[in-house]
């Protein structure tokens, strides 16, 4: 089974999707992602699916579940770099993401961050 | 001629194998990227049905052409327990298995032609079909 790494940048968790992901690694990225958003006090995350070619009912609802607990853990989501043809297929789908908060790509995303916590997040980057 | 490729659905990795699968022949028949994403989409909710509901099964890829139009033609095949009420099954929302209840539902939206065959105790076979436009 894969495990998608999870990066660290000022206050904000990073991961990237880069592989086509089975339902177990799925749901040990949930479990991890909520382990470090209290272990490391993280104030947001983004999860980066510009190289996700299908979102199913399975991501889609692992997207808004990790959402629901990082909100409950003090953290915003911002899911960035969704691809026009899964978009298109999640609305197909009947997936409308309600709860989940996109960018459409990593650096807005940050902003997104940012403007929502009102002070600066990310103190590493320039 | 048609071409076809039988896989199995037997663990989640299978699942993986089954959207690479389709990909390459939804590319090979011509599919637009949206429709590709699509008859993809709908693959991964299908095998994934089949692996939760009915302990796996398995699916045969098909290109398909009605001297019109070439296509792609998906038979999920399982030997579970069956769908007791299909309409009911196709309803958004519905679920036994606490998800979504848009696997099939959504699945139906997502390609040209959906057929659903099933009955208690004898399994469940749905076929699709996404033409190319
Ligand atoms: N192959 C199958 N064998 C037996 N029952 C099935 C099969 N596929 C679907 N079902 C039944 O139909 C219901 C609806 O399926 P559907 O895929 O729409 O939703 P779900 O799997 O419950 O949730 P989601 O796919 O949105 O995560 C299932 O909960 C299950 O009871
Ligand atoms: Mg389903």
Same mark, same amino acid.
């Given at each position: 089974?894969?495990?998608?790494?999870?990066?660290? #940048?000022?206050?904000?968790?990073?991961?990237?999707?880069?592989?086509?992901?089975?339902?177990?690694?799925?749901?040990?990225?949930?479990?991890?992602?909520? =382990?470090?958003?209290?272990?490391?006090?993280?104030?947001?995350?983004?999860? =980066?699916?510009?190289?996700?070619?299908?979102?199913?009912?399975?991501?889609?609802?692992?997207?808004?579940?990790?959402?629901?607990?990082?909100?409950?853990? =003090?953290?915003?989501?911002?899911?960035?770099?969704?691809?026009?043809?899964?978009?298109?297929?999640?609305?197909?789908?009947?997936?409308?993401?309600?709860?989940?908060?996109?960018?459409?790509?990593?650096?807005?995303?940050?902003?997104? #961050?940012?403007?929502?916590?009102?002070?600066?997040?990310?103190?590493?980057?320039? | 001629? *048609? *071409?076809?490729?039988?896989?199995?659905?037997?663990? $989640?990795?299978?699942?993986?194998?089954?959207?690479?699968?389709?990909? !390459? %022949?939804?590319? &090979?028949?011509?599919?637009?990227?949206?429709?590709? !994403?699509?008859?993809?989409?709908? %693959?991964?909710?299908?095998?994934? $049905?089949?692996?939760?509901?009915?302990?796996?099964?398995?699916?045969?890829?098909?290109?398909? &052409? &009605?001297?019109?139009?070439?296509?792609?033609?998906?038979?999920?095949?399982? *030997?579970? @327990?069956?769908? @007791?009420?299909?309409?009911?099954?196709? !309803?958004?929302?519905?679920?036994?298995?606490?998800?979504?209840?848009?696997?099939?539902?959504?699945?139906?939206?997502?390609?040209?032609?959906?057929?659903?065959?099933?009955? @208690?105790?004898?399994? !469940?076979?749905? *076929?699709?079909?996404?033409?190319?436009?």
């Amino acid at each position: 089974m894969d495990r998608v790494p999870v990066l660290k #940048l000022g206050d904000i968790l990073i991961v990237s999707i880069q592989i086509d992901l089975q339902d177990q690694s799925v749901l040990a990225l949930q479990e991890d992602l909520a =382990d470090q958003v209290v272990a490391t006090g993280a104030r947001g995350v983004i999860i =980066d699916i510009t190289a996700v070619e299908i979102v199913d009912s399975f991501i889609g609802r692992m997207l808004a579940t990790i959402a629901a607990i990082s909100r409950m853990l =003090d953290a915003e989501t911002v899911v960035v770099g969704m691809r026009p043809a899964v978009a298109i297929t999640l609305v197909e789908l009947g997936l409308s993401l309600g709860g989940v908060r996109t960018a459409l790509n990593l650096e807005k995303g940050v902003a997104l #961050l940012n403007h929502l916590d009102g002070a600066q997040i990310v103190t590493a980057a320039q | 001629m *048609t *071409t076809s490729d039988d896989l199995p659905i037997k663990s $989640n990795s299978d699942v993986v194998l089954v959207r690479q699968h389709v990909r !390459t %022949a939804a590319v &090979n028949v011509g599919l637009s990227l949206v429709d590709q !994403t699509k008859v993809v989409t709908a %693959a991964s909710e299908l095998a994934r $049905n089949a692996l939760v509901y009915a302990g796996g099964g398995q699916v045969r890829i098909e290109i398909v &052409n &009605n001297g019109i139009r070439k296509g792609l033609r998906l038979a999920f095949s399982d *030997t579970g @327990p069956g769908i @007791p009420d299909i309409p009911q099954a196709l !309803t958004d929302g519905w679920t036994t298995g606490g998800g979504l209840g848009l696997g099939l539902s959504g699945s139906r939206r997502l390609v040209d032609e959906f057929d659903l065959q099933s009955a @208690p105790g004898e399994g !469940t076979l749905i *076929t699709v079909t996404k033409w190319a436009r």
